[in-house]
């Protein structure tokens, strides 16, 4: 079970957009996430490539902590605002929310499923 502090550092290190070195840091080595109910991606290094390549079509990738993160015991839930700047100049920022609901097993994230509206992906 993760301590209040495990988690603030977690949220501190995605904040400051190091996203690859979180999953790399803070998951565990057979952890899987899934979007939306989607099929799981299974093992650390597939979600930090996944991640990676995600990343790279943007210019940058601004993240905000919207609420302070809930934790109950090995379940944690975080309410995330990401904004995507393109690499076009011309075209707009999109932001979207979402709320990662997490399992923890000690101080590694084991499961992670996403809930997000979609729609916002394509304002």
Do not use: C
Not at 1 to 14: L, N, Y
Not at 60 to 70: I, K, N, S
Request: hydrophobic residues 40%; glycine residues 4%.
């Amino acid at each position: 079970m993760p301590t209040r502090e495990t988690v603030d550092a977690f949220v501190a290190q995605v904040v400051s957009g190091d996203h690859v070195g979180a999953i790399r840091d803070w998951y565990a080595e057979d952890a899987w996430m899934q979007e939306n109910q989607a099929p799981p991606r299974v093992g650390r290094a597939l979600l930090m490539e996944h991640e990676a390549n995600a990343l790279s079509r943007s210019a940058r990738v601004d993240t905000e902590l919207l609420a302070p993160p809930v934790v109950n015991g090995d379940r944690v839930v975080i309410r995330w605002r990401f904004t995507f700047v393109p690499k076009d100049a011309n075209a707009s920022p999109i932001s979207m929310e979402e709320l990662a609901w997490q399992t923890w097993s000690g101080d590694k994230i084991a499961t992670e499923t996403f809930f997000y509206d979609p729609k916002q992906i394509g304002r």
